[in-house]
């Protein structure tokens, strides 16, 4: 249905000093924090997990080697979505507006709803990653305490969920540094980045800035800060929901992904019979995880 005179009242009338609602900052791009980016050409995306070897056995003098096979563990799915929103404005509407463009106003806005989706579709990755609801390729949850391997399982979170503080950090870096491969084989990961509400910011500050432990008279060191543990620093994302949930992304690869499938477009046309003006924004992606070592979460308490 398009936007008639009768929508824009005061917008027909002299005397109107300002125009307000629409010219709000907004929040950019939180999700290239998060997500590492790729561009597909498919209607979805697959990416398989591989399993290597176990340890190697020990080969006794005379006796034959040992032989282990290689398997595919799992597979996890990128399908995309469209995304896309329009208006009309009657043609009347057009040619009694007082003001200013009605068409540049409004473009404006619809382009504030399209980015304000996408940081939305990104940020729910985290927001329901404690849900079952929401399973990733190995069948868990994105944070589990229990991602199944071959070897047995591995976790992603803290065994007790705790607020983000001192004690709750060190545990998941601890954490991170135990984390094994399909096979049980450790593997060199670490945090690189904390991912948290706006409601923890202070918190982060403290725990990631001060020169000393946080909240106690000794005179120790700020451990995690001394010895650069989490290198990229912390980052506020305002689209997640849990004010006490944190995320630590690490540097284990094929982790948290972002596929776009075709960029923004915009477009306008207008109707012959009418006269009305419509306006189209469009774009298609998808938000999603491979490989869940590529991220360490913890809800809170």
């Given at each position: 249905?398009?936007?008639?005179?009768?929508?824009?009242?005061?917008?027909?009338?002299?005397?109107?000093?300002?125009?307000?609602?629409?010219?709000?900052?907004?929040?950019?791009?939180?999700?290239?924090?998060?997500?590492?980016?790729?561009?597909?050409?498919?209607?979805?995306?697959?990416?398989?997990?591989?399993?290597?070897?176990?340890?190697?056995?020990?080969?006794?003098?005379?006796?034959?080697?040992?032989?282990?096979?290689?398997?595919?563990?799992?597979?996890?799915?990128?399908?995309?979505?469209?995304?896309?929103?329009?208006?009309?404005?009657?043609?009347?509407?057009?040619?009694?507006?007082?003001?200013?463009?009605?068409?540049?106003?409004?473009?404006?806005?619809?382009?504030?709803?399209?980015?304000?989706?996408?940081?939305?579709?990104?940020?729910?990755?985290?927001?329901?990653?404690?849900?079952?609801?929401?399973?990733?390729?190995?069948?868990?949850?994105?944070?589990?305490?229990?991602?199944?391997?071959?070897?047995?399982?591995?976790?992603?979170?803290?065994?007790?969920?705790?607020?983000?503080?001192?004690?709750?950090?060190?545990?998941?870096?601890?954490?991170?540094?135990?984390?094994t491969d399909e096979r049980g084989l450790k593997i060199a990961a670490q945090g690189v980045k904390l991912i948290i509400p706006s409601a923890n910011q202070f918190t982060a500050a403290r725990?990631?800035?001060?020169?000393?432990?946080?909240?106690?008279?000794?005179?120790?060191?700020?451990?995690?800060?001394?010895?650069?543990?989490?290198?990229?620093?912390?980052?506020?994302?305002?689209?997640?929901?849990?004010?006490?949930?944190?995320?630590?992304?690490?540097?284990?690869?094929?982790?948290?992904?972002?596929?776009?499938?075709?960029?923004?477009?915009?477009?306008?046309?207008?109707?012959?019979?009418?006269?009305?003006?419509?306006?189209?924004?469009?774009?298609?992606?998808?938000?999603?995880?491979?490989?869940?070592?590529?991220?360490?979460?913890?809800q809170g308490a």
């Amino acid at each position: 249905m398009a936007i008639s005179r009768s929508q824009l009242v005061k917008e027909l009338e002299p005397g109107l000093n300002a125009l307000f609602g629409l010219e709000y900052k907004r929040y950019e791009n939180q999700h290239e924090e998060i997500f590492d980016k790729e561009t597909s050409d498919r209607a979805f995306e697959e990416e398989v997990m591989l399993s290597g070897f176990g340890n190697a056995a020990i080969k006794a003098e005379g006796t034959g080697v040992s032989y282990d096979q290689a398997q595919e563990t799992f597979t996890a799915r990128y399908t995309h979505n469209t995304i896309a929103l329009a208006f009309a404005i009657t043609e009347e509407a057009i040619e009694d507006n007082l003001y200013d463009r009605l068409a540049s106003r409004y473009t404006k806005a619809l382009a504030r709803s399209m980015a304000n989706t996408k940081q939305v579709t990104a940020a729910n990755v985290l927001n329901n990653g404690f849900s079952t609801s929401f399973l990733g390729g190995d069948g868990s949850a994105l944070f589990s305490t229990t991602h199944a391997t071959i070897a047995g399982s591995f976790s992603n979170t803290l065994a007790t969920q705790a607020d983000l503080n001192e004690t709750s950090l060190e545990q998941a870096l601890i954490d991170i540094a135990a984390l094994t491969d399909e096979r049980g084989l450790k593997i060199a990961a670490q945090g690189v980045k904390l991912i948290i509400p706006s409601a923890n910011q202070f918190t982060a500050a403290r725990l990631m800035e001060s020169a000393g432990r946080v909240g106690t008279a000794d005179n120790d060191i700020n451990a995690i800060r001394n010895k650069g543990m989490i290198p990229q620093g912390y980052v506020v994302n305002n689209f997640l929901t849990d004010p006490d949930a944190f995320y630590i992304k690490t540097d284990v690869p094929n982790g948290m992904k972002y596929f776009e499938r075709s960029p923004i477009r915009t477009s306008m046309e207008g109707d012959f019979e009418t006269g009305n003006v419509r306006y189209k924004a469009r774009e298609r992606y998808s938000f999603g995880f491979s490989d869940p070592r590529g991220i360490y979460g913890s809800q809170g308490a």
